[in-house]
């Protein structure tokens, strides 16, 4: 499968972003998907993700569960992630990835994702 992230960009503290992660070759639907991201100089980390199986289970870190929102579009093979009241710590670049297993659920871990987008930029300004 191939995933294409986008959606990144600048904003201000306390702005909005929508990233878009667009899928070819599987249906997205029936896997788990996740959103990551990768600072400068620091690790990638888990940040959203929702189960497989139109089951809706969401799962987030516990620095965005309350600011960020990932939902599905099937009709566009798709999976959003919608982040509202933006913060200068989240900057960094935000990678898609689909689990491997149809069976796999929201999981932070990234070695259950078998495919990843290429990323996108987000900056976050004071």
């Known amino acids: 499968v191939q995933l294409q992230a986008s959606g990144g960009g600048s904003v201000q503290a306390g702005g909005s972003l929508r990233l878009s992660c667009a899928a070819s070759?599987?249906?997205?639907?029936?896997?788990?998907m996740g959103w990551f991201r990768q600072a400068p100089g620091k690790e990638r980390e888990f940040v959203a993700a929702?189960?497989?199986?139109?089951?809706?289970?969401?799962n987030y870190a516990h620095s965005v569960e309350d600011r960020f929102t990932i939902s599905r579009d099937n009709a566009k093979n798709t999976v959003i992630l919608q982040m509202n009241s933006l913060k200068p710590e989240d900057t960094a670049v935000y990678y898609c990835?689909?689990?491997?297993?149809?069976?796999?659920?929201?999981?932070?871990?990234?070695?259950?994702?078998?495919?990843w987008g290429q990323g996108t930029l987000v900056t976050v300004s004071n």
């Open positions: 929702i189960a497989g199986r139109n089951t809706g289970t969401t």
């Open positions: 990835a689909a689990a491997e297993s149809v069976w796999s659920g929201p999981s932070a871990v990234s070695g259950e994702y078998s495919d």
């Open positions: 070759g599987r249906t997205l639907s029936n896997y788990a």
